[in-house]
T-cell receptor
Framework: AQSVTQLGSHVSVSEGALVLLRCNYS??????LFWYVQYPNQGLQLLLK??????LVKGINGFEAEFKKSETSFHLTKPSAHMSDAAEYFC????????????FGTGTRLLVSP | DAMVIQNPRYQVTQFGKPVTLSCSQT?????MYWYQQKSSQAPKLLFH???????NEADTPDNFQSRRPNTSFCFLDIRSPGLGDAAMYLC??????????????FGPGTRLTVL
């Protein structure tokens, strides 16, 4: 069964600092991988997704993620944090064949201080 | 703008009193999903519809039911809400079965409080 592990339930950064949110996946074959963001009392919004076209994926709001098969990782980064980036971030995985539901990680809350 | 709409945004019900949550979409997507998200947890899939084909997750309680009268609308019925059912309920859609990396589009959610 596929799964994702997000290291760190909370990550704190200062405004302007690098953001790094970690996600490792477990899958027998390279899966589809997603990062979603959730602002308080809102639904989830897709930041970016990996579909094997390119290992470095650029998303919205300046975020990007790199798929590393050797490390089974798909970490999310942003060079310079903004106050508006404070939110909950979920990594998710789905497979290729048949109906493959999204399997979410437990989430990482990003805190941005002035 | 094409979107997923959930009504109401906030719902308060009493213990044991049936409640219905509503979701509509203007994306014309085939698949609609209902998730339950408790505080500080990941969304948990309850069930999904592919067109009119209903698919229940194995661990979804019988207390939760769903209806999809047409492509655009989907309802979540909680027959006898308990205190443990207080959560955010998220509706999502996708174009087709997610066999090819189709993203899911989420509504803003309905926060259910059970008194």
């Amino acid at each position: 069964a596929q799964s994702v592990t997000q290291l760190g339930s909370h990550v704190s950064v200062s405004e302007g600092a690098l953001v790094l949110l970690r996600c490792n996946y477990s899958s027998s074959v390279p899966p589809y991988l997603f990062w979603y963001v959730q602002y308080p009392n809102q639904g989830l919004q897709l930041l970016l997704k990996y579909t094997s076209a390119a290992t470095l994926v650029k998303g919205i709001n300046g975020f990007e993620a790199e798929f590393k098969k050797s490390e089974t990782s798909f970490h999310l980064t942003k060079p310079s944090a903004h106050m508006s980036d404070a939110a909950e971030y979920f990594c998710a995985v789905s497979g290729y064949t048949g109906f493959q539901k999204l399997v979410f990680g437990t989430g990482t809350r990003l805190l941005v201080s002035p | 703008d094409a979107m997923v709409i959930q009504n109401p945004r906030y719902q308060v019900t009493q213990f044991g009193k049936p409640v219905t949550l509503s979701c509509s979409q203007t994306l014309n997507h085939n698949v609609m999903y209902w998730y339950q998200q408790k505080s500080s947890q990941a969304p948990k899939l309850l069930f999904h519809y592919y067109d009119k084909d209903f698919n229940n997750e194995a661990d979804t309680p019988d207390n939760f039911q769903s209806r999809r009268p047409n492509t655009s609308f989907c309802f979540l019925d909680i027959r006898s809400p308990g205190l443990g059912d207080a959560a955010m309920y998220l509706c999502a859609t996708s174009r087709d079965l997610p066999t090819g990396g189709d993203e899911q589009f989420f509504g803003p959610g309905t926060r259910l409080t059970v008194l």
